[in-house]
């Protein structure tokens, strides 16, 4: 699976590298993500980039577009369904807000295309184990998993806390 021609894979700072010869900017390094901020798309976008948490091999890219994105959900995905297979495609709605999603197989993972910018909180999203967002909400993100990283990551927090106890 790749990001911009990059492999989700190996360490962080070696993927950091790669973004910032590509002309992104690193925004803050934590624990196991690290906040980049550069050009996708032709818009300036932050990513977060995620990562296991023993090895430190990178597993998944969330890409956030600004509130007020030149592009919007239907052209995003269309973008990627001439790419990509599109798998899935569905609305949620948390009350009255509503989420679009559309998911996109590929041989190695998936990409999400994900529309929040009809809400207002996040708080209830942020209890998806599976997916680590940004503390912010009414965005557009665009989500690129690595298949084989992303079980490692599960993996890995299992050990973490088995370690731990």
């Given at each position: 699976m790749t990001f911009m021609g990059i492999e989700i894979d190996g360490p962080m700072d070696a993927f950091v590298e790669k973004l910032e010869a590509k002309g992104f900017t690193l925004v803050e390094k934590g624990v196991d993500d690290t906040t980049m901020k550069g050009k996708f798309t032709?818009?300036?976008v932050d990513l977060q980039i995620c990562c296991t948490a023993l090895t430190k091999t990178v597993s998944c890219i969330n890409v956030r577009y600004p509130k007020h994105s030149l592009l919007g959900y239907n052209e995003l995905k269309n973008v990627y369904k001439e790419k990509y297979t599109l798998s899935d495609e569905h609305c949620d709605f948390i009350g009255d807000e509503k989420i679009q999603h559309a998911t996109f197989k590929t041989e190695l993972g998936k990409i999400w295309v994900r529309d929040e910018t009809e809400l207002e909180?996040?708080?209830e999203l942020l209890l998806d184990s599976d997916?680590?967002?940004?503390n912010t909400y009414g965005y557009l993100f665009i989500i690129y998993y690595d298949d084989f990283n992303t079980e490692l990551?599960?993996?890995?927090?299992?050990?973490?806390?088995?370690n731990d106890i």
């Open positions: 032709n818009e300036l909180s996040i708080e997916i680590k967002f940004f990551r599960k993996q890995e927090d299992k050990d973490a806390i088995q």
